[in-house]
């Protein structure tokens, strides 16, 4: 069970990312952009029916659902990416190494390191 729940999440990374990708291109905005204006159009045909708006609607709420997972995939990879970049400068720097791993505190806990650091750059700056 677990060797499977590992692959899926492997394979769901990967699509995720890939997809991230191809959403994220103009190409596929004005794909989307083209299949507003096609669905328009269509709608004297269908006398713009109960049907013709259920498509649409149904379409975009299953699109955004799924879009949801897709895009908090991306933004948890790129801000865990972003953490570890600014933690190895801190290592390697000058700055408090107390600051690695800052991600991983309570909210009550990064404000108060957040007001120490403030204080501090108020009594420099005075």
């Not at 269509?42 to 649409?56: I, N």
């Not at 400068?89 to 991983?104: H, K």
């Amino acid at each position: 069970m677990f060797i499977l729940c590992v692959v899926m999440k492997d394979i769901f990374s990967k699509f995720a990312a890939g997809c991230a990708h191809v959403t994220g291109h103009p190409m596929a905005f004005g794909l989307s952009l083209s299949l507003i204006v096609i669905w328009g159009i269509l709608g004297p045909s269908f006398h713009y029916s109960d049907t013709w708006q259920l498509v649409a609607n149904t379409a975009t709420s299953l699109i955004t659902f799924l879009m949801v997972f897709l895009i908090q995939s991306s933004q948890n990879r790129d801000g865990a990416a972003i953490q570890a970049k600014l933690d190895e400068l801190i290592r390697a720097g000058d700055a408090e190494n107390r600051f690695v791993g800052i991600d991983l505190l309570t909210e009550e806990e990064v404000n108060r390191l957040r007001a120490t650091c403030a204080a501090r750059a108020k009594g420099r700056a005075a």
